[in-house]
């Protein structure tokens, strides 16, 4: 089965071509993080704008850079949420409109399960059942996949997601919005153990995060002197050891706790190479093995909705003709692949 996917959940536009034989044949990603820098943060109705201009010549690029023509398109795939509706909305009825005019079928995907089977795309592909850490913008989630559409959410953040508290703290040390890159990098010319700052909920047993004080920490730092380049590295530094070191700590926690000998790590912040190098040196210690999707496609992207609509379009599964997008979407509430049939 060959499917087109589509992702517009946040500030990317992106389309996707995949083969369930040969593989990932496109995929095309139009970024609009030039349109928001200036406002420090995604403009939800610019976006949906944004994304109207671009799907269409997005999806002719995938089109032909996958060498298919629309007829050998047999199911199209769309992120139906979580995200910002509107947004949503735009890749929903396109999509939906392309698979009544090509006479296919389509799917709504759940966007966390599309960023938990990117690395699906990778060889080797990670075994199931495994534990899973989804860091991204919007989402800290530590969880048990017991297979596709079963996933047991074992703990998340109570406040600010990892790759918020990266952009909260890269935004306070006057970096560009989206910080978490620009402050990965600062961080390598910074010292550890200059600035110390909190690790919340380390030391509790359980599963939850929290990265709301870091923002505070990271203030009062930037405000005690004034700061020298070196020390603005310092502080991305300690900013970025004590969200890896959170979330190493309690991932491996969790592998122990699962039983499993598999991490998957997924979302934007899975791009931090910090967090990849302790991550699989602990895992590695304790005979586990930790799987990621390239970097490129740990941030948002269609290849991973092409993924997951993929396993789903094969059971059988189909959306109807209402568009139906959700803002909010517990992952809890997937099922395994074939069970809403239109
Ligand atoms: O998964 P994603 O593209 O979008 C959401 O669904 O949220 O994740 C974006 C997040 C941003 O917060 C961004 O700063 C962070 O991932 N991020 C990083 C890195 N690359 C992206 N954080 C730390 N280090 C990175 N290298
Ligand atoms: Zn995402």
Redesign the pocket.
Known sequence: MRVLAIET??D?TAVAVLDGQRGLLAHELWSQIDLHRGFGGVVPELASRDHIRRLLPLVRAALEHAGTSAAQIEGVAYTAGPGLVGALLTGAALARALAFGWGCAAIGVH?LEG?LLAAQLEEPAPPLPHTALLV????TLLIEVRGIGEYRVLGQTRDDAA??A??KSAKLLGLPY????E??QLAQRGRAGVYTLPRPMLDRAGFEFSFSGLKTAVLQATRAAPLTEQGRADIARAVQDAIVATLCTKALRALQFTGHDALVVA???G???ELRARLTREAAAVGARVYYPRTQF???NAAMIAVAGLHRLRSGERADLTIDVRARWPLEELAPPGGRRA
């Open positions: 959940s946040c990317e966007h960023h991204s913008g919007g989402h790759g918020e990266f952009d989206p910080g978490g890159p402050l990965a979302g934007g912040v791009a931090n190479q740990c941030t948002d």
